[in-house]
């Protein structure tokens, strides 16, 4: 019956948010409420059309047991309350919504569990706020899931996660961890998949960060592919490396040990000629916002707090706040403006 | 007779150019022969038309003495020698040719006067080395000119310029101040336009570069106009006034003191909503090569060298050479490539 099921909710439908949903109902052990924007009525339709390395290459008509256009209000709706809400929007935490904003109507006070499958530092912080008594799960996603187009997912690398709650005061660390391992076991019941439970969650984070932080803000700011930038001796030796260097002192700082020699390692850590462009500079080459806070404004302020130098970082954000202001100008939500004595007045 | 007046020879025929050419003209002191490229055909057929402040809003049909296609070689060709060969084209010193090589075929050692009407520093230094015993004269110019179409010159900002010599252990101070002083009299006999004489070369340099390293390279990074720029704070506050402060600080290392109020003054020196693009914004926005070396690498080698930190502008020297590379792509100059064991094998 549908009660053994957990009831989740999947805020974010594109490629990962998707694989997600399809991963839990093949699974057997969940049921799955999907928000749906932009593609809403083409899946309403013919449902979704997946070509996927791990659950095959032909799948068709893939529908979530119940699309809707908005999030849920539990209670105005009188509506069951859910187990797990799965976000993977992108986490623009300069730009309302919030994460906290969008899903707290679906959220039942000390019942739901909230999986962040995002990207960046204390992304936590503000849902720890908002929820103080229900778990909040760390999903850090290394799968290749693409919207080629509204209701068609490519997923053409491996869904790898490493799952682990996060810090949260007012959840008791079993209840927090008995959350965050339920969730592998209906994503994942079968283990064909690769979820992991990983008990250290801020070092997951701050690991991927050496990647994220130097490969997709520097992409952003220069429009450039991730093999044009190996090959570029300024963009690897001025900034890669040492915005990878910065990340790792940081991390220290914060009483994260990671290996020294990871910016070397990391900056030809993907195939050579592989040409992509990491997802932050897909996200500006698509006039989208960008995550500049949680993958760049929040480990530079964890690290400058403690005294750690980050010079490179500091200057590649101010780069990225002023994309970010050129962005909300193109959406209409900024122009350029001079208080009395003309000092600006922006952002 | 034709022999009293200067020779002189003008490379770059831009705005800059053209309105040199037509001052040193109407002065009658000086005949102008220009080299053209691009606009070589439609002033032939046509002569320059020129909508100017300072000469008349409706001039039409001027043309200079001479005009060719190329750089003439004076001793093949068996011409006269130059008095003066004026540099007004971009000052690109990592792409060949450079400014000496373009230029050399004119110059007759011991006797032309080299006058470098670029931004940057140490733009003299590889012309000393090339031409030891000729006079290298610097012309520091905030005149507004610009080529709208081929042919067709606005002139809507005063032409003021710096002249002095710069230091050039083959040529006395005597003769370098004469030939400096020379050229402010045949461009500017009747006391008209603001030319003034400037001992202090490298002063007046490293001043201009307080505004050229920060508005033009941040500008030029984020294709942004210097009226946005102005408006948001992480520009001026993040970039624009750490890389003034920075330029002061390697100003100073070099025996050059600025005032250091200088980033508050110069960040809201122009008309606040002059909307323009510094000018090494829009050489890249044309698709061009930008003048990264001069206003930006040779000034950070001189600070770092010298043990000033100038962490702002060593990030934005990354980026612009990054940029450059970009363009040499673009131009089918460079292509990414990688060596034995994947190592860059770039710029």
Chains 1, 2 share one sequence.
Not at 22 to 34: C, H, R
Not at 68 to 85: A, C, L, M, S
Not at 265 to 285: C, G, H, K, R, T
Request: aromatic letters at 6%; a negative charge; glycine letters at 8%.
């Amino acid at each position: 019956m549908a009660g053994d099921k957990a009831r989740v909710l999947i805020v974010g439908t594109g490629g990962v948010g998707t694989m997600a949903a399809y991963a839990l109902e093949i699974g057997g052990k969940a049921t799955v409420t999907a928000v749906m924007r932009s593609n809403y009525d083409a899946v309403k339709e013919k449902g979704i059309t997946i070509d996927s390395i791990e659950h095959g290459h032909d799948i068709k008509g893939y529908r979530p047991t119940e699309i809707r256009k908005t999030v849920p209000d539990v209670v105005k709706e009188g509506i069951e309350p859910y187990d797990f809400i799965l976000v993977t929007t992108k986490n623009v935490a300069d730009v309302p919504p919030t994460v906290s904003d969008l899903i707290e109507p679906a959220v039942t006070p000390g019942k739901t569990a909230i999986v962040l499958s995002q990207n960046g530092l204390n992304i936590e912080k503000p849902v720890v706020a908002r929820f103080p008594n229900n778990p909040i799960i760390s999903s850090v996603s290394t799968i290749g899931a693409t919207e080629k187009e509204k209701g068609f997912i490519i997923h053409d690398d491996t869904d790898e996660q490493k799952i682990g709650p996060f810090s949260n005061p007012g959840v008791s660390a079993e209840v927090a961890e008995a959350a965050a391992r339920r969730y592998i076991d209906i994503y994942n019941p079968n283990g064909k998949l690769t979820t992991l439970y990983e008990p250290d969650v801020l070092k997951t984070r701050w690991r991927k960060l050496v990647y994220n932080a130097s490969f997709n803000s520097v992409a952003t700011v220069l429009r450039m592919d991730a093999t044009r930038m190996r090959a570029t001796q300024h963009v690897v030796d001025d900034l890669l490396k040492p915005i990878m260097s910065e990340i790792i002192a940081a991390a220290k700082a914060c009483g994260v040990d990671l290996d020294t020699n990871l910016p070397e390692i990391v900056v030809f850590n993907d195939p050579l000629e592989a040409w992509f462009y990491p997802s932050m500079a897909q996200d500006i080459l698509k006039g989208n916002f960008i995550e500049a806070e949680v993958i760049v404004g929040e480990p530079l302020r964890e690290g400058e707090s403690r005294g750690v130098s980050m010079p490179t970082l500091r200057v590649i954000y101010g780069l990225l706040k002023a994309e970010q202001v050129k962005t909300k100008e193109k959406k209409g939500l900024w122009k350029p403006e001079f208080g009395p004595g003309h000092p600006y007045k922006g952002e």
